[in-house]
């Protein structure tokens, strides 16, 4: 596994620390495997690096030390800038070098963990370097992390230089979110559950909410911020990801065509945001000045990297449609937004309302609706709401839960996204990852969102204190419909 871009902190921070712990739980070859760091200024003590990332963020810590002194014989490094064909042509002995020593067969996985601009330039460089190969074995694959694209322009073009030198079977694009256990267990819990299933529909389903909040501003990363803002850093992305996984159809067999076939489907059911609907049914905010636990935290406005004058979006809510037959009718809300009060990723289904009950003298009651939320982090797990009554002489009822929880229930911390994904690749299964179609789908309706901002009628940026909810108008755009955000 070649890793480019490897001086940079994801490598140290979830890359390598994900290799170890497949090592360690021997998920790898104990000798057939290696892992080469590959970025442009010289690293002479690569693995001691690696080492102290392990230390700190593998799954499994402390480092084993007889795991990691047999590990790190596998760990080399390359310097090279990544528009130099020497450096490829030097990293091509190198892999071959390893190939003789450890019997790794010809079989690389190339990881681009570079800023987005030097995709292309990587891409291309491997294909005159000779360095991917068209058959099956051995074989050669790519991970290409996020951001695919920064619009539909960027992601086709972007898709174009990957097939220029790349099958579809040999590309991968990241998403790290796909890799949760909580994630993954969406299709288990819809399609190996009798009792849910019947009811995922319009028929039963008043409405859906998708919630990404982080506690935190943007933490010094204002420039790169203020380049990607909320809605390309997290909802392109990751709750487009939820939102497909949610609403998809069963698919006809659980392989990676056809699982992203439906995804894809979902993309393209999106009801398509006119100027006017981006001025109704999304509203934009960053955050201003304020306090977390008891902390001063400045506005985004004041973060370092971020223009006076600002719009880029640190909040975002919007109220989307798909119209096919499952679900027309059903509103699906997502907001995601950064320096709220808490860090949680959540999926809320909630059920219609029953008619009201009589009971007798109790006269008419009106009980809450059930309401099936998934939380993806932090405390991965399912509950399931619903209303029980109080013990006693009246018919008083109130609503209950029913919790699953993963460490609870199975004693043991899941594996890190990292681990999966990278595993899935090494074994050839695409099915956690984006196909090229997928990405262009969801560019397409998010770049209807930025058209309709760039418009002189825009509504302004709206502006939320730190550690607060979001903007009032979020909350507007939900009562509207007789409805209110969940507080997770």
Same mark, same amino acid.
């Given at each position: 596994?070649?890793?480019?871009?490897?001086?940079?902190?994801?490598?140290?921070?979830?890359?390598?620390?994900?290799?170890?712990?497949?090592?360690?739980?021997?998920?790898?070859?104990?000798?057939?495997?290696?892992?080469?760091?590959?970025?442009?200024?010289?690293?002479?003590?690569?693995?001691?690096?690696?080492?102290?990332?392990?230390?700190?963020?593998?799954?499994?810590?402390?480092?084993?030390?007889?795991?990691?002194?047999?590990?790190?014989?596998?760990?080399?490094?390359?310097?090279? *800038?990544?528009?130099?064909?020497?450096?490829?042509?030097?990293?091509?002995?190198?892999?071959?070098?390893?190939?003789?020593?450890?019997?790794?067969?010809?079989?690389?996985?190339?990881?681009?963990?570079?800023?987005?601009?030097?995709?292309?330039?990587?891409?291309?460089? $491997?294909?005159?370097?000779? $360095?991917?190969?068209?058959?099956?074995?051995?074989?050669?694959?790519?991970?290409?992390?996020?951001?695919?694209?920064?619009?539909?322009?960027?992601?086709?073009?972007?898709?174009?230089?990957?097939?220029?030198?790349?099958?579809?079977?040999?590309?991968?694009?990241?998403?790290?979110?796909?890799?949760?256990?909580?994630?993954?267990?969406?299709?288990?819990?819809?399609?190996?559950?009798?009792?849910?299933?019947?009811?995922?529909?319009?028929?039963?389903?008043?409405?859906?909410? $998708?919630?990404? @909040?982080?506690?935190?501003?943007?933490?010094?990363?204002?420039?790169?911020?203020?380049?990607?803002?909320?809605?390309?850093?997290?909802?392109?992305?990751?709750?487009?990801?939820?939102?497909?996984?949610?609403?998809?159809?069963?698919?006809?067999?659980?392989?990676?065509?056809?699982?992203?076939?439906?995804?894809?489907?979902?993309?393209?059911?999106?009801?398509?945001?006119?100027?006017?609907?981006?001025?109704?049914?999304?509203?934009?905010?960053?955050?201003?000045?304020?306090?977390?636990?008891?902390?001063?935290?400045?506005?985004?406005?004041?973060?370092?990297?971020?223009?006076?004058?600002?719009?880029?979006?640190?909040?975002?809510?919007?109220?989307?449609?798909?119209?096919?037959?499952?679900?027309?009718?059903?509103?699906?809300?997502?907001? @995601?937004?950064?320096?709220?009060?808490?860090?949680?990723?959540?999926?809320?289904?909630?059920?219609? *309302?029953?008619?009201?009950?009589?009971?007798?003298?109790?006269?008419?009651?009106?009980?809450?609706?059930?309401?099936?939320?998934?939380?993806?982090?932090?405390?991965?797990?399912?509950?399931?709401?619903?209303?029980?009554?109080?013990?006693?002489?009246?018919?008083?009822?109130?609503?209950?839960?029913?919790?699953?929880?993963?460490?609870?229930?199975?004693?043991?911390?899941?594996?890190?996204?990292?681990?999966?994904?990278? $595993?899935?690749?090494?074994?050839?299964?695409?099915?956690?990852?984006?196909?090229?179609?997928?990405?262009?789908?969801?560019?397409?309706?998010?770049?209807?969102?930025? *058209?309709?901002?760039?418009?002189?009628?825009?509504?302004?940026?709206?502006?939320?204190?730190?550690?607060?909810?979001?903007?009032?108008?979020?909350?507007?755009?939900?009562?509207?419909?007789?409805?209110?955000?969940?507080?997770?």
């Amino acid at each position: 596994m070649v890793i480019f871009g490897a001086s940079g902190d994801l490598t140290k921070r979830k890359l390598l620390p994900a290799l170890y712990s497949l090592y360690r739980d021997q998920s790898l070859p104990l000798h057939a495997f290696a892992v080469v760091g590959f970025a442009r200024r010289a690293i002479p003590d690569f693995a001691a690096q690696m080492r102290d990332g392990c230390d700190k963020f593998a799954r499994r810590r402390p480092v084993d030390p007889d795991v990691w002194r047999s590990f790190e014989q596998g760990i080399s490094y390359v310097e090279g *800038a990544f528009d130099d064909l020497d450096a490829y042509k030097r990293l091509d002995e190198h892999l071959k070098q390893i190939d003789r020593a450890r019997g790794t067969q010809g079989n690389r996985v190339f990881y681009l963990s570079t800023p987005p601009s030097y995709y292309p330039v990587i891409l291309q460089k $491997l294909g005159e370097a000779g $360095l991917i190969g068209g058959g099956a074995r051995p074989f050669t694959r790519v991970i290409i992390e996020k951001p695919f694209g920064r619009d539909l322009e960027s992601a086709r073009a972007l898709n174009r230089t990957a097939a220029s030198v790349l099958r579809e079977d040999q590309t991968y694009r990241i998403d790290h979110y796909l890799g949760k256990e909580t994630v993954q267990n969406i299709f288990v819990l819809r399609f190996a559950n009798s009792l849910f299933e019947p009811l995922w529909n319009a028929k039963y389903v008043d409405h859906v909410q $998708l919630t990404v @909040a982080e506690a935190i501003g943007v933490e010094g990363r204002g420039g790169y911020f203020e380049e990607a803002g909320i809605v390309r850093d997290m909802v392109q992305n990751h709750m487009f990801q939820f939102l497909t996984l949610m609403a998809m159809e069963p698919p006809v067999r659980f392989d990676a065509d056809a699982v992203r076939d439906e995804k894809t489907k979902v993309l393209r059911a999106l009801r398509p945001f006119s100027v006017e609907d981006v001025a109704r049914d999304v509203v934009r905010a960053q955050y201003a000045a304020g306090s977390s636990m008891g902390e001063r935290k400045p506005g985004y406005r004041d973060e370092k990297g971020v223009k006076p004058d600002s719009s880029t979006e640190t909040y975002v809510a919007m109220k989307l449609h798909i119209d096919n037959w499952r679900w027309s009718g059903v509103p699906f809300y997502l907001r @995601a937004g950064k320096a709220l009060p808490k860090r949680v990723t959540e999926i809320a289904i909630q059920f219609k *309302a029953p008619p009201p009950l009589y009971f007798g003298s109790s006269g008419r009651t009106t009980v809450e609706p059930n309401v099936l939320s998934i939380r993806i982090q932090p405390d991965e797990g399912i509950s399931l709401k619903f209303v029980s009554k109080v013990p006693g002489q009246s018919m008083e009822v109130v609503p209950v839960a029913m919790e699953f929880r993963y460490g609870s229930s199975f004693g043991a911390e899941p594996p890190e996204a990292y681990e999966r994904l990278i $595993l899935d690749c090494m074994l050839g299964d695409s099915t956690l990852y984006t196909r090229g179609d997928e990405a262009e789908a969801s560019w397409r309706f998010i770049d209807r969102i930025f *058209a309709g901002w760039s418009e002189a009628s825009a509504p302004p940026v709206e502006s939320y204190t730190f550690g607060s909810w979001g903007p009032d108008g979020a909350d507007q755009l939900i009562a509207r419909d007789g409805r209110e955000w969940r507080r997770p």
